[in-house]
């Protein structure tokens, strides 16, 4: 009796064991009948990358013949993936792309898994800086990455009539730029006005202005300088009071004003010489100038007697795996697979995006395209758009609103230094909440 409760017990241990096992797992029945492991990974991208993105995972399956794959493919834009993937991140996609400035959100809410070891290693070697930068985290003093680089080509730089320019070394500086126009009887448009990110690339021109904030192991901000007030934040706004007063810069513009500035009219005449814009309006500028259409980097500007090149953001898209996910090893195998050299070439050629590895941005293709040569070119002076404290935005926007009232009533340069300060003191205090 004794042995057949003994055996009993035994049996009964045995059947714990083979439950546990099986609820630990991925799946009950991993495997197929000819012994290739199964993986179901849901992979989320922009409407138009849709059928590259198949193309790129079908690929990949037929490289691991040893597994067995079903991919479930979600339509997301990388502008808003993060509120989408936080909506429900526990049953969100495996892997998926976002916008380089929501690395912080998505890290708070575990929506991303940490990189190491080998791919890691790998990531760092065959990507630029900056996509490795805008990549990385920097918890407790470590910097941890958590994103692969996809793509570096959000930033923006100069177009230009090459009727007006004929060489192109009038836009070296923006003095040079302006007073050609003027000239020309044309208009130089840069958006300075109601909105701080391009207003930015006159204090990043400065590499020792900026700001930093601290963030708790949540990514939650916790505290922050600026250091947009000081002597050097002084010499910007007094150059910005110099150039805001050119009559041939146009600071209150946005896309569809730069485009109508590029298209001629009745008469054939084109209002615009130049302007600041990015790689969205490269199609439809090109349309309008055909081969009068020129491209090159931001100018160099006057800022405290001294010619000094102006600089910006520059934004990246990348590709996070969910902290989530059921099948994390075999996501962060895929998402690399999806960054990797063959498929960043892969996205140039096929939808003409600025690619963060090193081998494909200097291949003859890249070197030889107008519009992402430049981007690569302005890149070495770019800042990784992230860590951007939280009440940024909005008073760099309006800044220098006020000088657009002086310019109609031709006080502009009559604003003392004193007044310029206070516009400063009271735009860090905003940022910085002091």
């Known amino acids: 009796m004794k042995k057949i409760k003994l055996i009993a017990l035994v049996l009964a241990i045995m059947m714990l064991a083979a439950i546990a096992f099986v609820g630990c797992g991925e799946k009950e029945d991993p495997t197929t009948p000819g012994g290739k492991t199964k993986y179901t990974l849901t992979v989320w991208g922009s409407q138009e990358d849709q059928e590259m993105l198949k193309e790129m995972c079908a690929a990949y399956a037929a490289a691991n013949p040893q597994n067995e794959y079903k991919f479930l493919f979600g339509v997301q834009s990388e502008a808003d993936a993060a509120d989408k993937v936080l909506n429900d991140v526990t049953s969100g996609p495996d892997v998926y792309a976002f916008a380089s400035d929501q690395i912080n959100k998505l890290y708070a809410g575990g929506a991303l898994a940490r990189i190491g070891g080998a791919i890691e290693t790998n990531l760092k070697e065959v990507n630029s800086a900056g996509s490795i930068d805008a990549a990385t985290l920097t918890i407790n003093g470590e910097d941890q990455l958590y994103a692969y680089p996809m793509t570096g080509d959000n930033c923006y730089f100069v177009y230009y009539d090459k009727r007006v320019y004929s060489d192109p070394s009038q836009l070296a500086t923006l003095d040079s730029m302006l007073d050609v126009a003027e ?26 202005l900026g700001y930093e904030v601290t963030y708790n192991d949540k990514m939650v901000q916790t505290a922050c300088t600026c250091n947009y007030n000081n002597a050097d934040g002084l010499k910007v706004m007094q150059s910005l009071r110099n150039y805001v007063n050119h009559n ?14 590029f298209t001629p009219d009745e008469n054939g005449k084109v209002e615009v010489a130049a302007a600041v814009s990015g790689t969205w309006n490269a199609a439809t500028i090109k349309e309008l100038l055909g081969e009068n259409m020129g491209v090159i980097k931001l100018p160099t500007a006057n800022i405290g007697g001294q010619q000094v090149q102006l600089s910006g953001y520059m934004g990246f898209k990348l590709i996070g795996v969910n902290g989530y ?102 735009l860090v205090a905003q940022i910085t909440g002091a």
Do not use: C
């Open 183 to 208: 000239a020309a009887g044309k208009k130089v448009h840069f958006k300075l006005n109601d909105d701080g990110w391009y207003l930015s690339s006159f204090f990043f021109a400065n590499p020792s």
């Open 248 to 261: 041939a810069l146009v600071i209150q513009t946005d896309d569809s004003k730069i485009i109508a500035g």
């Open 325 to 426: 996910s059921q099948n994390k090893g075999e996501a962060h195998k895929l998402a690399q697979w999806l960054t990797n050299e063959q498929n960043q070439q892969k996205r140039f050629e096929v939808r003409g995006f600025g690619p963060t590895n090193k081998v494909v941005a200097a291949s003859e293709a890249v070197l030889n395209d107008p519009v992402i040569s430049v981007v690569m070119q302005q890149a070495q002076y770019n800042r990784a758009q992230k860590g951007v404290p939280g009440n940024y935005w909005t008073p760099m926007g309006a800044l220098i609103t006020p000088f657009i009232t002086e310019k109609e009533n031709g006080t502009l340069l009559d604003v003392s230094d004193a007044t310029l300060q206070e516009y400063l003191d009271a």
